[in-house]
């Protein structure tokens, strides 16, 4: 497990939004930092068009919740702030509490690599409120992005057909982070290995890679830069052959690998990274087996992603190894997963819990009240649907489940086997959760995705997996819905 010091080698603390802390600060003003409050971290739609998202960047949360602090040049640097009067904006006693706070809430959240679905907390945070305020952003930070890069690479993965997907995104990531916590969620998603050396060395990711067109256009000619190559490396030997003339290119990576074979090593492939990559790749094919290579390999990148490969394959394209970069790693197509952080309830003088609703005039935007859990139902032929109740509540012997936004849509669960998805990560603070390794997280990914039904994963116009709202905690909510807007 790597640490986030590792690679920050600063407290993160200060890795917010300045309206978190003038939120504290107000809870602490009027005395409320200590009310117990319950925050819910989801997402409102499915990224990509697709039918599903796959969770991901929760060992980034616990590390960052492990290690928080204000450090002491945070808190100098916030007493310098001032307001619109000139003034400080925090008062000397707040900046004392925040240098000497220790987190004591509670974290529940849903196991990274678990296929999941819109309006599911992927994480729960319960504690006393300020605490749990100051934690919004960053939270949001780990998790919106990684949720998302881990399901793009799921959905290329599986255009890939199980075949070997690298991930080569990080000279266009966004950022240092961005190329790190994408190398991470992509092998979460599926990808087998990345060409970014620092996220094998700080995660465990195998890495891979070869040389690039500068190092052929280095030499007088495209042979002797093949052939320089397979002399300082003949154990790492895939060929980039498109620099000049594609096929001619394969021809002489050909001339190579057969000097690399008689030296007692063999040529592992040629690499595609421009024109039409169907024709190239079946062309060099017939070549490389007519030469006595089957089993040397076509790997092509050249922004590809899933509705690429998938066209690739159905024009009968012989690549064996896919490179994809850009559009992995920026979430090209959906740069953000949109995901938000409300509050669910908060706990009275009394001791009892109050569910606490955000009224919006869009339906999608009013949150769900309550402390909220996750209930998988599965039979014999896989996974079925999904409850959210209220912990609360509980739910009924029969529950029946209420779509978000469509109350005539309506199911009600049998006798089917189910679990409960968010489990104990933290408590007061301390670490309750058996962490996984990475390689475990990326097989439970696997493992996930195979009990759905294909329509639900395909990428075009996904069957609608069904998620839904349990009868009782629906209610709580129309109620409160009503009680509002009749105020």
């Not at 993965?157 to 950022?175: D, H, N, P, T, Y």
């Not at 690998?257 to 040529?267: A, F, I, V, Y």
Request: glycine letters at 10%; proline letters at 4%; one cysteine or more.
């Amino acid at each position: 497990m790597t640490k986030l010091s590792e690679i920050y080698r600063t407290s993160l603390a200060l890795l917010t939004d300045l309206y978190q802390l003038t939120m504290a600060y107000g809870y602490w003003k009027l005395g409320r930092g200590r009310q117990e409050a319950a925050f819910h971290l989801f997402f409102r739609n499915n990224p990509f068009g697709g039918g599903y998202a796959v969770a991901a960047g929760l060992d980034y949360v616990v590390e960052y919740l492990r290690d928080f602090r204000f450090a002491p040049d945070d808190v100098e640097y916030l007493a310098g702030l001032q307001g619109n009067d000139g003034r400080p904006l925090f008062e000397r006693g707040f900046l004392d509490f925040l240098g000497d706070l220790e987190l004591h809430v509670d974290i529940d959240a849903i196991a990274e690599g678990t296929v999941v679905f819109p309006h599911e907390p992927l994480v729960r945070v319960r504690g006393p409120i300020l605490q749990c305020q100051i934690l919004e952003t960053a939270l949001l930070n780990i998790v919106n992005y990684q949720t998302l890069i881990a399901t793009k690479a799921a959905r290329v993965c599986a255009a890939a057909a199980g075949q070997s997907v690298l991930e080569f995104g990080l000279r266009r990531a966004q950022g240092i982070d961005g190329g790190l916590a994408a190398s991470r969620a992509a092998h979460i998603g599926g990808c087998t290995a990345t060409s970014n050396v620092l996220a094998g060395k700080l995660f465990g990711i195998p890495v891979r890679g070869t040389h690039a067109h500068s190092w052929v256009m280095s030499f007088d000619d495209e042979l002797s830069a093949l052939e320089g190559y397979a002399q300082a490396m003949p154990n790492n030997c895939v060929f980039l052959v498109d620099t000049y003339d594609t096929l001619d290119g394969v021809r002489k990576a050909i001339r190579v690998g057969r000097q690399l074979r008689d030296d007692g090593h063999e040529m592992v492939g040629v690499r595609l990274d421009s024109g039409d990559l169907a024709y190239l790749s079946i062309e060099a094919r017939k070549l490389l087996d007519e030469a006595g290579f089957p089993d040397a390999a076509i790997v092509a990148s050249n922004d590809l992603d899933e509705y690429l490969i998938a066209s690739l394959k159905a024009q009968g394209a012989t690549i064996a190894v896919w490179g994809v970069g850009t559009k992995l790693v920026t979430g090209n197509d959906q740069p953000a997963l949109g995901g938000v952080y409300k509050l669910g309830a908060t706990k009275a003088d009394d001791g009892i819990w109050q569910p606490r609703l955000k009224l919006s005039e869009q339906a999608i935007k009013t949150s769900t009240p309550g402390i909220l859990q996750v209930r998988r139902f599965r039979n014999a032929d896989g996974t079925v649907a999904d409850m959210i109740y209220n912990e609360l509540q509980g739910v009924a012997t029969e529950p029946a489940i209420v779509d978000p936004l469509d109350p005539t849509r309506r199911r009600t669960m049998g006798s089917e086997a189910w679990e409960d998805l968010l489990v104990p990560v933290l408590r007061a603070g301390d670490l309750v959760y058996d962490r996984p390794p990475l390689e475990a997280i990326r097989q439970r990914t696997q493992a996930q995705l195979a009990t759905f039904h294909p329509g639900v994963l395909r990428h075009d116009n996904p069957h609608h997996y069904p998620v839904g709202l349990e009868e009782r905690l629906h209610q709580l909510k129309a109620d409160l819905i009503l009680s509002a807007r009749a105020e």
